[in-house]
């Protein structure tokens, strides 16, 4: 998804992406996590801080670290992405192509018609239809959150019921990461000639969350901002904790420039 922006330029969501290795390791040797239904879950755990083993249906295992990505693209207008990170770096993808859905098709037998008219708005790829992306999104990194296996959910689960759950959640967290905002605040809005700093940029997004971000570039314009996140408890009941990055994957220059959407 892109930033949040005035009405007159929305702004776009992509996706959740998820990023912690192996709660614990022997001699780098990620130690595969245990899975078991939801409902013997134990007290809620705070991914990436775990003892091993950890049951990856009631904490995200191995992608514990949360990586919600947003772009701001200028030409076209497009935005974010949540996805999930292994924690000490990568990140787990395509994790079971058995459930590459017709996300479309899924929302819509889940009555989740508001949903679909938010994330026709905001999640919107650079290239392709919302439809492809939405499955490219679902598949590459939905199916990576340990949580939402089918096999989590026992005897009554139902083909797909995780999927609303995902976007849900990826729209309720871009809706708190209001990057526009944070950046207007601090009195950096975007212009076709001035530049900004590394160093203001950074700064704006860490006053306004408390955290560090990571902000990426191309063709000397900002393009992305990542915010990190650790959740106690699964995915879909959990509560998402706000971190600092695993490593620093920033390539922004010293001063870039920060562009108005078309």
């Not at 998820?18 to 245990?34: D, K, T």
């Not at 809706?175 to 905002?181: A, N, V």
């Not at 509560?239 to 108005?260: A, D, M, R, W």
């Amino acid at each position: 998804m892109s930033f949040p922006s005035p009405p007159s330029v929305q702004a776009l969501l992509k996706g959740f992406a998820a990023a912690c290795v192996g709660h614990s390791s022997i001699f780098g040797l990620q130690q595969a996590p245990e899975v078991a239904p939801l409902d013997t879950c134990p007290l809620p755990e705070l991914s990436c801080h775990g003892k091993s083993p950890v049951n990856a249906c009631c904490t995200l295992a191995p992608g514990g670290q949360i990586l919600q990505t947003q772009f701001w693209d200028t030409d076209p207008t497009v935005g974010p992405s949540d996805s999930p990170n292994y924690c000490d770096h990568g990140y787990p993808e395509s994790c079971d192509p058995q459930r590459n859905y017709d996300i479309r098709d899924v929302l819509e037998s889940y009555g989740e018609q508001n949903l679909i008219d938010y994330m026709s708005d905001y999640m919107k790829p650079n290239d392709g239809t919302d439809d492809n992306f939405w499955n490219h999104e679902w598949s590459k990194h939905g199916t990576c959150m340990s949580t939402m296996q089918p096999k989590c959910y026992g005897a009554n689960y139902k083909s797909g019921e995780e999927v609303p759950v995902y976007f849900q959640k990826l729209v309720d967290l871009f809706k708190q990461l209001d990057t526009y905002q944070f950046l207007e605040a601090a009195g950096i809005t975007p212009s076709k000639s001035r530049q900004v700093t590394r160093s203001e940029v950074q700064a704006a997004l860490k006053d306004a969350t408390g955290f560090d971000a990571t902000i990426r570039c191309k063709n000397g314009r900002l393009q992305e901002a990542y915010y990190h996140f650790n959740v106690i408890g699964t995915l879909q009941e959990g509560k998402f904790v706000q971190t600092n990055p695993i490593s620093n994957e920033g390539n922004c220059p010293k001063k870039f420039k920060y562009l108005p959407k078309h």
